[in-house]
T-cell receptor, first 110, second 117 residues
Framework: GQSLEQPSEVTAVEGAIVQINCTYQ??????LSWYQQHDGGAPTFLSY????GLEETGRFSSFLSRSDSYGYLLLQELQMKDSASYFC???????????FGTGTRLTVIP | GAVVSQHPSRVICKSGTSVKIECRSL??????MFWYRQFPKKSLMLMAT?????????EQGVEKDKFLINHASLTLSTLTVTSAHPEDSSFYIC?????????????FGPGTRLLVL
């Protein structure tokens, strides 16, 4: 069925770079989005890949490869405030809503 | 950017009572709004799609008689959890899609944490 798989947890050191992958089985979506969610808060939009390739927004970059059926979010110069959950999301063809991945809990340590 | 508000932010109620949650798009019109539910350390799961002026579309497994949705205007959708039980305790998040935007972007409300005792 349709699913977006992410690693459940990632730990990285402050100042480092971390990559969070999102893999899928079924294609047929319009684009891949990434959202950040702090504990108790709402998801906030980070990045969107409508086409294959790399999109850069400040410290955050996102990549999509439809031929390889995966995308990733790259966070550079990690800060403590980046500790949060990160979700990839797609809108499947024919659907109105966003479908969220399993989520990755990022913990940044000193 | 576009702002979506939810009210209340937190609610505690007794089992058997009904709870209404409001979702408002503050500076844009939204024909379509979405209601998600999120359990601790889990992903967001779509419950239903709220359509202004028509009936909501519910996802499989979501009881429409238990989770009543009303989308009476282009800026307001309400979710009523009827006869709430402890298993309904969760984080409920709404989102709205701005009608005027071409790019597919959903704006999320801050969420409502429901605790049913």
């Amino acid at each position: 069925g349709q699913s977006l798989e992410q690693p459940s947890e990632v730990t990285a050191v402050e100042g480092a770079i971390v990559q969070i992958n999102c893999t899928y089985q079924t294609s047929g979506f319009y684009g891949l989005s990434w959202y950040q969610q702090h504990d108790g808060g709402a998801p906030t939009f980070l990045s969107y890949n409508g086409l294959d390739g790399l999109e850069e927004t400040g410290r955050f970059s996102s990549f999509l490869s439809r031929s390889d059926s995966y995308g990733y979010l790259l966070l550079q110069e990690l800060q403590m405030k980046d500790s949060a959950s990160y979700f990839c999301a797609v809108k499947w063809a024919g659907a109105n809503n966003l479908f969220f991945g399993t989520g990755t809990r990022l913990t940044v340590i000193p | 950017g576009a702002v979506v508000s939810q009210h209340p932010s937190r609610v505690i109620c007794k089992s058997g009572t009904s709870v209404k949650i409001e979702c408002r798009s503050l500076d844009f019109q939204a024909t379509t709004m979405f209601w998600y539910r999120q359990f601790p350390k889990k992903s967001l799961m779509l419950m239903a799609t709220s359509n202004e002026g028509s009936k909501a579309t519910y996802e499989q497994g979501v009881e429409k008689d238990k989770f009543l949705i009303n989308h009476a205007s282009l800026t307001l959708s309400t979710l009523t959890v009827t006869s709430a039980h402890p298993e309904d305790s969760s984080f409920y998040i709404c989102s709205a899609r701005e009608d005027s935007k071409i790019k597919e972007t959903q704006y999320f409300g801050p969420g409502t944490r429901l605790l049913v005792l």
